[in-house]
């Protein structure tokens, strides 16, 4: 706003009042006296320009953006660490709390043993991941123990309890910010369930059901922070910390007293894919198949982010042939079937779609 004052326009102006009876040339006593004042007058102008900027959200940084957030009670979902389940061989095998374990670059410490029912499994514990954020999230797989454990054979991690989550971006928070005041959240309406289940760590995206069984009754299907199909103990939580099971509709959790709230995971729903692929001279299938499947999971991923906004989701063999294309050594497709069809595919509602078997005919 303030690009036009520069040094050069403010010290124009200023020596565009004194009169012309007075030495005014660089090096003389006035031009010395204006000069400095003029590149302060200019620096006052640079600042005033970022405070404006800094003033309103849209152009605001990271900074100042939380401070105009926080006048509307919002806050940047904050990092945190992952929550797995390993098995342990031979299941006798006692892990003590605070054992720690690596796995590639990531340690995990155990923080107890895994329940379910409320009874103790044997052989499987709940191990946190000691770097916040998403990394772990893909992490399966054995574990090397830090510290010696007597009897211990082996150590795996087997589920990924909670996913880790990164902070939330600043783009997000911007857009999140902007959101709050097109939908009021407001005593137990859909924008109020929304903003406080996603609220809760490993909690991606949600969709709200209201009315689903009757008066008062809410259902609330949730989708983890990697978009995919939540645990059993990710799904348990949310519940308990929603509404719980055995005080439902009582508002002992953070639900509006007189509403019964049901938590549930999305569904999979297994894909597969057949396509006659046209491979360059020198190829082979196996050469191209793992680079291809990450072409279609990462297609599959961004799918699977957006749920939360979409009725049903639809893959799509055009977008399948396109993706598959920009794969090295693959040349030219055709027939692709998805599910046995020759036709785009649309999933149940609530569902996610997983690749299962991507095959070249």
């Not at 150590?155 to 902007?178: H, K, M, N, S």
């Not at 999979?268 to 006659?276: M, Q, R, V």
């Not at 957006?306 to 794969?327: A, G, P, Y």
Request: hydrophobic fraction near 40%; charge should be negative.
């Amino acid at each position: 706003m303030f690009e036009i004052y520069t040094y050069e326009e403010i010290l124009a102006n200023m020596m565009s009042r004194v009169p012309n009876t007075i030495d005014k040339r660089q090096g003389s006593i006035i031009y010395n006296a204006l000069a400095p004042a003029a590149v302060e007058l200019q620096n006052m102008y640079i600042n005033l320009d970022a405070i404006l900027n800094e003033t309103f959200a849209n152009t605001a940084s990271r900074e100042f953006l939380i401070k105009r957030a926080a006048e509307r009670g919002l806050a940047p979902y904050e990092v945190s660490k992952a929550i797995v389940k390993a098995q342990v061989v031979p299941i006798t095998t006692i892990l003590p709390v605070g054992a720690r374990f690596s796995l590639d670059d990531l340690n995990y410490i155990v923080t107890g043993q895994y329940y379910m029912s409320g009874l103790p499994v044997e052989g499987q514990y709940i191990l946190e991941c000691e770097t916040p954020g998403a990394a772990a999230n893909y992490n399966l797989g054995d574990l090397t123990p830090i510290d010696y454990i007597e009897g211990l054979q082996r150590a795996e991690i087997i589920e990924i309890l909670t996913p880790g989550e990164d902070e939330e971006g600043t783009d997000e928070f911007r857009q999140r910010y902007f959101e709050s005041f097109d939908k009021q959240a407001y005593g137990g309406n859909i924008t109020d369930y929304r903003q406080k289940t996603k609220k809760i760590n490993g909690v991606g995206g949600v969709k709200v059901y209201p009315i689903w069984n009757g008066g008062g009754t809410v259902k609330l299907v949730i989708i983890n922070s990697s978009f995919a199909k939540p645990s059993a103990d990710l799904v348990n939580n949310v519940q308990t910390l929603i509404d719980p099971v055995q005080n439902q509709g009582e508002g002992l959790g953070i639900v509006t007293i007189g509403h019964v709230v049901t938590i549930e995971g999305v569904g999979e729903e297994i894909i597969n894919i057949i396509s006659n692929i046209t491979l360059e001279d020198g190829y082979i299938w196996g050469d191209v198949e793992a680079n291809a499947r990450q072409a279609i999971n990462d297609y599959f991923l961004e799918l699977n982010s957006n749920w939360e906004n979409l009725d049903r989701i639809i893959i799509r063999v055009s977008q399948i042939e396109t993706r598959l294309l920009n794969v090295p050594g693959i040349i030219d497709i055709a027939d692709t079937e998805i599910n046995d069809l020759a036709a785009n595919y649309q999933l149940q509602p609530n569902n996610i779609a997983v690749l299962y078997i991507l095959e070249n005919i």
